[in-house]
């Protein structure tokens, strides 16, 4: 390597990152936000078995370490049913394909519930890979939608198809990673 080849290397290593125009700080926020979000819903599915009784939570802070976010505090939500504990632990919200997952985590397994685009229905909805062949590139996909999203749980198989996140898909994945 020529000493001017690594000069321009070194000079482009010195312009403006466009991770610096991002608000991390934001994203963080919004994910924290979307986080409790879902824990209210969890709680006003389980509120029927809370009240009984049969069904208790609690919260306690836990911290996460994301690349340009750094570490933050976020909420992990236990609960506990008769000998059952099932843990909803956040692991974070940079990830591809999703605005943040949230692991379930139980005696008998474990799942996945993600943030995701509401109209997704499968893994492959959220991620597109086009090739351009003999130095052709592909067209230009047509201009992304304003994206909406919504909590979704990752069904098992190899298809990892997105179940709509309502009372009955989460007592069945409490079921499924509680042993039940």
């Known amino acids: 390597m020529s000493s001017q080849s690594f000069s321009k ?3 482009s290593q010195q312009e403006t990152d466009v991770t610096s125009e991002i608000d991390w ?3 963080r926020d919004e994910w924290l936000k979307e986080l409790a ?3 209210r819903q969890v709680v006003d ?6 009240k009984s009784g049969s069904i208790s939570y ?3 802070d836990i911290e996460l370490t994301e ?3 750094g570490k933050y505090l976020a909420k992990k939500m236990d609960i506990k049913i008769g000998r059952q504990l099932v843990s909803l632990v956040p692991v974070g919200t940079l990830l591809i394909g999703s605005r943040g997952r949230v692991d379930a ?5 474990h799942g996945l519930i993600l943030l995701v685009d509401k109209d997704a229905r499968s893994a492959a909805d959220l991620v597109k890979v086009t090739v351009g062949v003999g ?3 592909p067209p230009l996909p047509p201009a992304r939608k304003q994206v909406s999203y919504a909590w979704k749980i990752v069904s098992g198989g190899a298809q990892k198809r997105f179940v709509d996140l309502d009372k009955d898909s989460f007592s069945a994945l409490l079921m499924r990673i509680a042993n039940a």
């Open 9 to 11: 290397f070194v000079a």
């Open 25 to 27: 700080a934001g994203m």
């Open 37 to 39: 979000s879902l824990h």
């Open 45 to 50: 599915f389980l509120r029927e078995y809370t």
């Open 58 to 60: 609690k919260f306690a």
């Open 67 to 69: 690349e340009h976010i």
């Open 105 to 109: 985590v139980g005696s008998g397994g």
């Open 135 to 137: 130095g052709t590139l």
